[in-house]
């Protein structure tokens, strides 16, 4: 009998070959605020979003409010919330900017033109950008977009950003230095569309600035 290779197995290998709907394998919520046409601001829930050195790559779904604003008004605040604010997160899940709701959205999304209210969240004016910042995020990072690439067949873009300026719940900073403490810091982690805190930590990469810190300190 033929036995599909896929479904082999050694003793050791417990891995099974799947396909999953969606590949949130844990990765970062952030709420982003843009500017709409007529000066307010939308606000989008991210779950696509990673960092390299100043910069912050998003990914957005082309139809979406938020890809229509940056494509011609480049600037924006990429906001994180913490864990105890996945509610308002996912008050924002059903809702979209987009009047009127593309086809393809209308089945599972709604128009909503105060995003604000509708999360229970504050804005807060930024620095450096006219978008507004999130007042209960703890991080806030004020950006402009450098670069829009279309992909999955005109599905998405990716979005390249260059932060300008960081704000930082004074919490969540090692007193007297630029650090973000680890420790106390918490990023809100959608992991397959289920929201999830940071467990405690198991150790520190060999380039960790905050442990020299705190071991200078000790």
Request: charged share 20%.
């Amino acid at each position: 009998m033929k036995t599909d290779k896929h479904q082999q197995h050694t003793a050791d290998d417990r891995h099974l070959v799947i396909r999953p709907s969606i590949l949130y394998f844990g990765t970062p919520v952030v709420l982003v605020t843009s500017e709409n046409e007529d000066g307010s601001c939308n606000l989008a829930p991210i779950s696509s979003a990673w960092a390299l050195g100043q910069h912050v790559v998003l990914g957005l779904g082309s139809e979406s409010q938020t890809a229509q604003n940056l494509s011609v008004r480049p600037e924006l605040v990429i906001n994180l919330p913490s864990p105890d604010l996945w509610e308002s997160v996912e008050r924002l899940a059903p809702l979209t900017g987009a009047d009127p709701v593309p086809m393809s959205k209308r089945e599972v999304y709604r128009y909503e033109g105060d995003k604000f209210s509708a999360a229970g969240l504050r804005p807060q004016d930024a620095q450096e950008v006219r978008p507004a910042r999130v007042a209960e995020c703890p991080l806030q990072l004020e950006a402009t977009v450098t670069a829009m690439t279309a992909g999955g067949a005109g599905l998405f873009f990716t979005v390249e950003c260059e932060v300008l300026r960081v704000h930082a719940d004074e919490r969540i900073v090692v007193p007297g230095t630029q650090h973000i403490d680890p420790a106390v810091w918490s990023p809100l982690i959608y992991n397959f569309r289920h929201y999830h805190g940071l467990a405690p930590e198991v150790g520190h990469g060999f380039r960790s600035e905050t442990a020299r810190a705190g071991a200078g300190a000790r």
